[in-house]
């Protein structure tokens, strides 16, 4: 799931309201309105920033200085005297950074960065509105508590853990030398991600404030080994281009498609009471469908940002193409043509999927699946539809492995059954991820029970028989803990 982007649903004034009369020419909630201005804003300083503030002619410590400055502007433009809670957070983690034991600087950062969450997540709650979605500080304080402990855990792989414990990702990004303030102010308050993110990982965006982004990158793909002398300089011209194109597409959907069909028509009376099964599983599919472009828009936005400044660039794909997505958050293709539950949802809200994977998934001695569901939920809030999602979420993933690794052997042998095993299992994935997300955009406990009646809890009764009374196969599970460095070097012994 995701950090929430400006939503259509309501609108409290938390920022600047000089763009007050834009707002109201357009019909548009004036958070949101900020929210696009800061963001537009912030895509033409990115373009100046890499132009006029090349690594090639000002140092590093101007580049994080005028990324500092801008982005805790654009906080404060925002969300006004909120924006406190996120300096509050960001100096008390600096704190822990600085006094704290390497041993013990990841639990100590990771616990007062979510628990200052949750209680803004609480706070929130007494202080709007019950069920009212607003583009609040919440969401620049979800990306911040991500950058906060993932740079603390990789603190701690690279000064308080050894080398050979390490598995190869967590030896790449493990950081060795704590960060100076100004690097740490730069690295959680930039422009280019503090009001949309994503979250990213410090020894990547140290390199690119230096120079050494791209480069860094062509190396690890063996660029002169190809044949090639130089290093070239891509320019991320073009995928900054498409991405905006992709942008305005789905700031269009969400003017027209998730007007047209909001969240609050599934609990119109028509829907619950009148219409057939049938007919709510189809409705309901299409009002998910709606409600995707919100996402598409914040978050592709967000990485055209960081494009255009210059930071993003991941290496080179099969053709020889050069790539800019490694902030990607989503891949739009992927998610709309998934075949699988866990397809799906390696595709939507990238980083922060990976964030989790990092801190919780890999490290964490019981129940991983479980518990990497849990920190998702209480990373996002306390609303209960959340608790809803990802408790089914986790019911379903389990169902659909199981499911997966008992039958999707027998439609392998020929590419007719391939295509018709496809064909069903994208139906069936599409209607469950609808079902599964349906709480996380109502939020509330009453409209989600009201739901889930209608549709006869289908999905939790099938996902629990499947469970019960299907065999759970040996290699169906996963390696979980990634390979150590001495783990691989004892097999080469």
């Known amino acids: 799931m995701a950090a929430e982007p400006p939503s259509s649903l309501s609108y409290r004034t938390t920022g600047s309201t000089c763009l007050h009369p834009l707002s109201e020419l357009l019909g548009i909630p004036l958070d949101q309105v900020n929210f696009v201005a800061c963001q537009l804003f912030a895509l033409f300083a990115a373009f100046w920033f890499r132009i006029y503030l090349s690594p090639g002619k000002t140092s590093p410590d101007v580049r994080h200085a005028f990324a500092t400055i801008f982005g805790i502007y654009f906080v404060i433009f925002c969300f006004g005297w909120y924006s406190v809670h996120l300096f509050v957070l960001v100096l008390m983690c600096y704190a822990i950074m600085v006094t704290a034991s390497v041993s013990s600087i990841h639990r100590y950062s990771f616990f007062v960065a979510m628990g200052y969450l949750t209680i803004c997540h609480?706070?929130?709650?007494?202080?709007?509105?019950?069920?009212?979605?607003?583009?609040?500080?919440?969401?620049?304080?979800?990306?911040?508590?991500?950058?906060?402990?993932?740079?603390?855990?990789?603190?701690?792989?690279?000064?308080?853990?050894?080398?050979?414990?390490?598995?190869?990702?967590?030896?790449?990004?493990?950081?060795?030398?704590?960060?100076?303030?100004?690097?740490?102010?730069?690295?959680?308050?930039?422009?280019?991600?503090?009001?949309?993110?994503?979250?990213?990982?410090?020894?990547?965006?140290?390199?690119?404030?230096?120079?050494?982004?791209?480069?860094?990158?062509?190396?690890?793909?063996?660029?002169?080994?190809?044949?090639?002398?130089?290093?070239?300089?891509?320019?991320?011209?073009?995928?900054?281009?498409?991405?905006?194109?992709?942008?305005?597409?789905?700031?269009?959907?969400?003017?027209?498609?998730?007007?047209?069909?909001?969240?609050?028509?599934?609990?119109?009376?028509?829907?619950?009471?009148?219409?057939?099964?049938?007919?709510?599983?189809?409705?309901?599919?299409?009002?998910?469908?709606?409600?995707?472009?919100?996402?598409?828009?914040?978050?592709?936005?967000?990485?055209?940002?960081?494009?255009?400044?210059?930071?993003?660039?991941?290496?080179?794909?099969?053709?020889?193409?050069?790539?800019?997505?490694?902030?990607?958050?989503l891949n739009i293709w992927k998610i709309e043509t998934a075949t699988s539950f866990k397809m799906y949802l390696e595709n939507w809200n990238i980083q922060t999927a990976t964030w989790l994977k990092r801190v919780c998934y890999e490290r964490v001695p019981w129940y991983p699946t479980v518990l990497t569901f849990v920190l998702s939920a209480l990373w996002h809030g306390v609303y209960p539809g959340y608790y809803f999602?990802?408790?089914?979420?986790?019911?379903?993933?389990?169902?659909?492995?199981?499911?997966?690794?008992?039958?999707?052997?027998?439609?392998?042998?020929?590419?007719?059954?391939?295509?018709?095993?496809?064909?069903?299992?994208?139906?069936?994935?599409?209607?469950?991820?609808?079902?599964?997300?349906?709480p996380f955009v109502m939020l509330a406990v009453e409209p989600t029970i009201s739901l889930y009646k209608s549709m006869y809890f289908y999905l939790h009764i099938i996902s629990l028989l499947i469970i019960l009374f299907l065999p759970v196969k040996p290699h169906a599970h996963i390696q979980r803990q990634p390979q150590t460095l001495n783990s691989v070097n004892k097999k080469k012994d």
């Open 122 to 329: 609480i706070s929130r709650i007494y202080i709007f509105h019950y069920g009212i979605l607003t583009t609040d500080f919440s969401g620049p304080l979800m990306i911040v508590t991500q950058k906060i402990t993932t740079l603390a855990f990789q603190v701690h792989d690279g000064l308080g853990r050894r080398a050979e414990d390490l598995s190869a990702e967590q030896h790449r990004l493990a950081v060795k030398v704590k960060p100076s303030f100004l690097q740490y102010l730069s690295y959680l308050l930039n422009f280019m991600s503090v009001i949309a993110g994503p979250c990213n990982n410090f020894k990547d965006y140290i390199a690119f404030i230096e120079g050494r982004h791209t480069h860094m990158k062509l190396l690890e793909v063996n660029w002169k080994q190809r044949g090639f002398q130089s290093l070239p300089e891509p320019s991320p011209t073009g995928a900054v281009i498409r991405k905006l194109y992709m942008t305005l597409v789905s700031l269009l959907l969400f003017l027209t498609l998730t007007k047209t069909f909001p969240v609050t028509c599934l609990v119109d009376d028509w829907f619950v009471h009148k219409a057939n099964f049938l007919t709510r599983l189809c409705y309901l599919y299409i009002v998910m469908q709606a409600s995707k472009p919100k996402y598409y828009f914040a978050w592709t936005l967000a990485d055209a940002v960081n494009n255009a400044a210059g930071f993003g660039f991941s290496g080179v794909d099969k053709n020889g193409n050069f790539c800019w997505d490694l902030l990607s958050n």
């Open 389 to 438: 999602t990802f408790l089914t979420g986790t019911l379903v993933t389990v169902a659909a492995r199981t499911m997966r690794n008992n039958y999707r052997h027998y439609f392998l042998s020929s590419k007719a059954l391939k295509v018709a095993y496809d064909v069903v299992t994208w139906a069936v994935t599409q209607l469950a991820v609808s079902y599964t997300v349906a």
